[in-house]
Nanobody, 116 residues
Framework: QVQLVESGGGLVQPGGSLRLSCAAS????????MGWYRQAPGKERELLAT???????NYADSMKGRFTISRGNTKNTVALQMNNLKPEDTAVYYC??????????WGQGTQVTVSS
């Protein structure tokens, strides 16, 4: 059973940056996709960005230019670099792993709060 552990959330001032990390334990297969989602209070969970095992990235239009997704050399980690953060970015951020033939696994979430 694969587990995802996120880290890097916290409190940041508007205009600041944070880097979220997610590590997957166990076998993640050779064809997979890792990504980041977020959910703000009272809102649905939304896609931020994904990156495939082949390195292809996909971003929500509203995130392009501020957020960058990347995978580590071992391919079982994914990071989300977030710049120029705004109060409306406040949410719980979730890591997701999709593996061909197995489906999705979610991390427990990490809180990001943007406030002065």
């Amino acid at each position: 059973q694969v587990q995802l552990v996120e880290s890097g959330g916290g409190l940041v001032q508007p205009g600041g940056s944070l880097r979220l990390s997610c590590a997957a334990s166990g076998s993640i297969g050779s064809i997979n996709r890792m990504g980041w989602y977020r959910q703000a209070p009272g809102k649905e969970r939304e896609l931020l960005a994904t990156i495939s095992s082949g390195g292809r990235t996909n971003y929500a239009d509203s995130m392009k230019g501020r957020f960058t997704i990347s995978r580590g050399n071992t391919k079982n980690t994914v990071a989300l670099q977030m710049n120029n953060l705004k109060p409306e970015d406040t949410a719980v951020y979730y890591c997701n792993l999709w593996v061909l033939g197995r489906g999705s696994t979610w991390g427990q979430g990490t809180q990001v709060t943007v406030s002065s």
